[in-house]
């Protein structure tokens, strides 16, 4: 099984930044793609982010396109979401996302991912 852990969000004013962290574990868990994904009250889950197991390959949703950037750091199996010039509109909870383990290519199809991290609330106030 693979378990993954998010971190960093909180309440902060808009044009604030955050950095939002995913620490992976796990007996299963090697060489695979991740991703961020949310979802806003009453909202569907959607795409965010999501970065190849290299860091070669990254896909932004067109919105977050320049104000966030996904990275990852292999030898700590954290991911990472760089967020700034945050947006009231980007109120959500963050959800890092794992593929099976072989499967490095990044995706931007939530059903590609195989385990789900509990979440992390972020709200951005005006």
């Known amino acids: 099984q693979v378990q993954l852990v998010e971190s960093g969000g909180g309440l902060v004013q808009a044009g604030d930044s955050l950095r939002l962290s995913c620490a992976a574990s796990g007996r299963t868990f090697s060489r695979c793609a991740m991703g961020w994904f949310r979802q806003a009250p009453g909202k569907e889950r959607e795409f965010a982010a999501s970065?190849?197991?290299?860091?070669?390959?990254?896909y932004y949703a067109d919105s977050l396109k320049g104000r966030f950037t996904i990275s990852r750091d292999n030898a700590k199996n954290t991911v990472y979401l760089q967020m700034n010039s945050l947006k009231p509109e980007d109120t959500a909870v963050y959800y890092c996302?794992?593929?099976?383990?072989?499967?490095?290519?990044?995706?931007?199809?939530?059903?590609?991912?195989?385990?789900w991290g509990q979440g992390t609330q972020v709200t951005i106030s005006s």
């Open positions: 970065i190849s197991w290299s860091g070669g390959t990254t």
């Open positions: 996302a794992a593929r099976n383990s072989g499967n490095m290519a990044a995706s931007v199809d939530r059903y590609q991912y195989a385990y």
